[in-house]
């Protein structure tokens, strides 16, 4: 998949449509817990109080990441769940970033977002396509932290795309 850089920022990343305003504010408020992109520690209290002041950020990566999760259906609360588990199951895990012996295994269901491993101060940035069968199955009632250890066994071991800081996937299903 081509790569755009920031300073390229194509028209469909530079607004919100077609998310209306207020599940636009929705996303902001989700993505304020697990900010998309890595930030100096100036620019995310920046960011934070942005979005608290005014319910939402024209920041074309944390648009990227709403418009690619609403396109595939996802809902702000799922994407933050679904991204709050795999976090959370990566922690748990003995032998993956940070645990034993401190090596990370990549796993083909998350993208390194900044081009470094974890355990280098990387950070995590998941691709909507590949999580449509946990979408499926939390919605049928599956557990969603359970849905992810087994999607995640699956792939331990498996390069991880990689998307060096600034760079976005494009071009983006928008729906």
Not at 44 to 66: F, Y
Request: hydrophobic fraction near 40%; charged fraction near 20%; include cysteine.
């Amino acid at each position: 998949m081509p790569l755009i850089r920031l300073t390229d920022v194509p028209p469909v990343l530079q607004t919100w449509d077609p998310i209306p305003p207020d599940l636009a504010r929705e996303w902001c408020t989700a993505m304020l817990n697990h900010m998309p992109l890595c930030m100096t520690p100036t620019f995310m209290h920046l960011q934070q109080q942005s979005v608290r002041m005014n319910g939402i950020t024209n920041t074309a990566e944390w648009i990227w990441v709403a418009k690619e999760f609403h396109a595939a259906g996802f809902t702000p609360a799922e994407w933050l769940q679904l991204t709050e588990d795999v976090l959370t199951h990566k922690r748990a895990t003995p032998g993956y970033s940070g645990s034993n012996k401190r090596s990370y295994v990549s796993n083909a269901l998350i993208t390194l977002a900044v081009g470094r491993e974890l355990k280098h101060g990387g950070m995590i940035r998941l691709r909507a396509e590949p999580w449509m069968p946990w979408l499926e199955r939390t919605r049928a009632g599956d557990v969603s932290l359970s849905v992810v250890t087994e999607m995640l066994k699956a792939h331990w071991g498996e390069p991880a795309s990689v998307i060096p800081f600034g760079e976005f996937p494009y071009p983006l299903a928008v729906g």
